[in-house]
């Protein structure tokens, strides 16, 4: 059954729908108004990456970078080594992507709180192609040192995200998506950095049959996929993992004790991945069977978000397949 | 900025004799590092920490204080013997250099010694570093700022696209607040920067990014003071300062020979050189004849 303190329509067809993005931008604004030392830079998408309702706000705050990415990052390090919080935004492709070394070296290296937001992460940008389709984002900022990865599953959740994330001392990635998703969680959903939340546990009690781990967008093909098991007689728990880095090791380690058996599902690269994090940290504490839902070391390409998902094997029927295999090889 | 009487012009450039020879002991006992930047960059960051530069080596945290990023994080022998001999740390410390556990690593870092303003190495981001420094100071303190924010970097560097993009933003921002130091020593690692990827006209490119733009003499104290001055005067574009230098200046024997860019002196190298030194070119006799 879905937490209690889950959207209670999520399931209905009509359920409402937002980008990831704009809980972001809200969240920003927020964050701005509550704290004077946050400035925004952009490279040359204010509007796409909703940084423009801080913009307006705060005019004198907000630094337009144009189109160079590894500017964004290093004059963002700057203006935080005057003390000042900054929010740094583009395409996932292009920042983390394109400045991963000035990530590393002037913001992470040198400690430096800034945070960065990736939008029009994962396939789902749809028609724009393979080339704005960063399916590798979340692999090359989780290997760096003191960098905190967060993947909220819904608007509200990324505008919670991204004001915890305002709070922390610490470098923060933030990934966020394009299209329009339903709304998953509620103002009442508890957010914490670094902690794993259940959004899906088996009916009265019962023992559940295998554990789904997932991230960001898919969370909702999760739970129609969790649904679906439940009306054929298995029995799942869904874990929302929105933050990456650090991970809930105990919660995830838990799940592992108490289902045998593990999905994960991302919207990005199997290798290197959520899924990836989770087998590391399995392997050496508590080894289960676990199957990987993602891409599987391809590029992406034009079509619609729910073509796009089925192409790439990241649907609720792929889901459901994979929790059958997952438990086909518990001992 | 006032001129400098030729007793202080004469202090200084003792002092920067000094400082060489910190940087010749210091990559003898690490048998691994730069040596023809750092000599080269000698004078001016003499000028600076002893003389230009608002700071306070017994509170590096004052928050009044200029800020000095050094882009080309490879010449740190020069900013760390500067700085231990501006007070900072003890000058003994200079000898840890690149070993393990010292605060003084092969590039800086501010893990190991927070003093610095930035942890630096990867070409290319100081630039882009001291512009966001000199944004913020905008946004705290408006355009009268009393704050000066200095970005030290090499001309090879200028290979990197980062500078360009730091550059312009600059120059949109009429950040008068920074000054960039380039050190105009026309030698990277694989050769002679024209030879590299030529960068001539090095300064019209600076003007056509709306820098105001000064070339100097980069060993002579008097010409670093009067373009940091000239620098400070101006109100509506940020300042670049090509200083031209000698690679390696101080030693005859290392001086615009690129194949010292990336190797410290062996023990035979390193008696020349502090001989050279300690007699002031052989003008005083040399007590190091050992």
Known sequence: MIDPNLNSNVFDENVEQQPIRKGFGEGLLIAGEADSRIVGLCADLTESTQMHLFKNKFPERYVQIGVAEQNLATVASGMAAMGKIPFITSYAMFSPGRNWEQIRTTIAYNNRPVKIAGSHAGISVGPDGGTHQAVEDMAIMRVIPRMVVISPCDSIEARKATIAAAKTDAPVYIRLAREKTPLITTEETPFEIGKAQVFWSPANGVEPQAGIVVTGTLVIKALIAAKALQEEGIEVKVINLATIKPLDEETIINLAKECGAIVTVEEHQVHGGMGGALAECLASNYPVPQEFIGVNDEFGQSGTMEELWKHYKMDTSDIINAVRNVMKRKK | ?290
């Open chain 2, 1 to 290: 900025m006032e001129t400098l009487t030729d007793e202080r012009i004469k202090e200084l450039e003792l002092k920067a004799n000094e400082i060489r020879q910190s940087i010749i002991e210091m990559l003898l006992e690490a048998k691994s590092g730069h040596t023809a930047g750092p000599l080269g960059m000698a004078d001016i960051f003499t000028y600076l920490y002893f003389h230009g530069l608002k700071h306070n080596p017994k509170n590096p945290e004052w928050e009044e204080r200029d800020r000095l990023v050094l882009s080309n994080g490879h010449i740190c022998p020069v900013l760390y013997a500067t700085m231990a001999h501006a007070g900072y740390f003890p000058i003994e410390e200079l000898k840890t250099l690149r070993k393990f556990g010292s605060r003084l690593q092969g590039h800086p870092h501010r893990d190991f010694l927070p003093m610095l303003e930035t942890s630096s190495g990867p070409l290319g981001s100081g630039l882009s570093q001291t512009v966001g420094m000199a944004l913020a100071d905008r946004i705290d303190s408006g355009r009268s700022s009393d704050r000066t924010i200095y970005c030290l970097m090499s001309d090879g560097e200028h290979d990197s696209g980062n500078i360009w993009e730091g550059a312009m933003l600059a120059g949109k921002e009429k950040l008068q607040n920074l000054i960039a130091i380039v050190d105009r020593n026309n030698i990277q690692i694989d050769g002679f920067t024209e030879d590299i990827m030529p960068l001539e006209p090095l300064a019209d490119k600076w003007r056509a990014w709306n820098w105001h733009v000064q070339e100097i003499n980069g060993h002579d104290m008097q010409e670093i003071n009067n373009a940091i001055g000239e620098a400070k005067a101006v109100f509506e574009k940020p300042s670049v300062i090509i200083a031209h230098t000698i690679p390696g200046k101080g030693v005859k024997e290392f001086e615009r020979k690129f194949e010292w860019h990336g190797k410290p002196p062996n023990a035979e190298e390193a008696a020349v050189a502090l001989n050279e030194l300690r007699s002031l070119g052989g003008q005083i006799s040399g007590y190091h004849n050992d």
